[in-house]
């Protein structure tokens, strides 16, 4: 069974950090790109980084380029999202993704 699941999420202050994870399982992990994404409250989800397939190329929408780094451990199984310079717009629940799977989501909350 495919299985996503994402941890370190929390509370924090603007221009705080906080590191993601998303352990995964049922599938050739190594093999394939896995996505974040982030729905805030009331909206759609929304990728907003992208880590391939050996050798690991990233991408990442405007709004998070310079702020979140995605990597992987592809002998853990296991994508990290870094987040920095955090904003209240960036509070979100955030789901890693892959072929039409996600977990359950973390929640990150950005707040003053």
């Known amino acids: 069974q495919v299985q996503l699941v994402e941890s370190g999420g929390g509370l924090v202050q603007p221009g705080g950090s906080l590191k993601l994870s998303c352990v995964a399982s049922g599938f050739p992990f190594s093999n394939y790109a896995i996505t974040w994404y982030r729905r805030p409250p009331g909206k759609e989800r929304d990728p907003i980084a992208t880590?391939?397939?050996?050798?690991?190329?990233?991408t990442y929408v405007d709004s998070v380029k310079g702020r979140f780094t995605i990597s992987r451990d592809n002998a853990k199984n296991t994508v990290y999202l870094q987040l920095n310079s955090l904003r209240p717009e960036d509070t979100a629940v955030y789901y890693c993704?892959?072929?039409?799977?996600w977990g359950q989501g973390t929640q990150v909350t950005v707040s003053s």
């Open positions: 880590i391939g397939k050996p050798p690991s190329i990233t």
């Open positions: 993704g892959w072929a039409g799977h």
